[in-house]
């Protein structure tokens, strides 16, 4: 059964950081694309990041290119995405992608930027 569990959302300032964490189970990790979505209230759900089964490509929305950096460990099968200089408009929850036979999402961890 697959499982994909998201963590580390928050509230933060503005120009803050926060790290979120994704860990997968029920596939073989190292073979899976693996993608960061979110989805602002009122509002479709939106690509955020990617990274390729190795690692070793990664790809961004032009709204948090420079920003965010998304990473993988094969080993401990987490994906993470750091966040870095937050604005106000990154405010959503965020949800983690394991692309396998299907796509399967996580729950969704909230971040919220706010002074």
């Known amino acids: 059964q697959v499982q994909v569990v998201e963590s580390g959302g928050g509230l933060v300032q503005p120009g803050g950081s926060l790290r979120l964490s994704c860990a997968a189970s029920?596939?073989?990790?190292?073979?899976?694309?693996m993608s960061w979505y979110r989805q602002a209230p009122g509002k479709e759900r939106d690509f955020v990041a990617s990274?390729?089964?190795?690692?070793?490509?990664?790809y961004y929305a032009d709204s948090v290119k420079g920003r965010f950096t998304i990473s993988r460990d094969n080993y401990k099968n987490t994906v993470d995405l750091q966040m870095n200089s937050l604005k106000f408009e990154d405010t959503a929850v965020y949800y983690c992608?394991?692309?396998?036979?299907?796509?399967?999402w996580g729950q969704g961890t909230q971040v919220t930027v706010s002074s």
């Open positions: 992608k394991a692309s396998w036979d299907n796509d399967y």
């Open positions: 990274i390729t089964s190795s690692g070793t490509y990664t």
């Open positions: 029920g596939f073989t990790f190292n073979r899976a694309p």
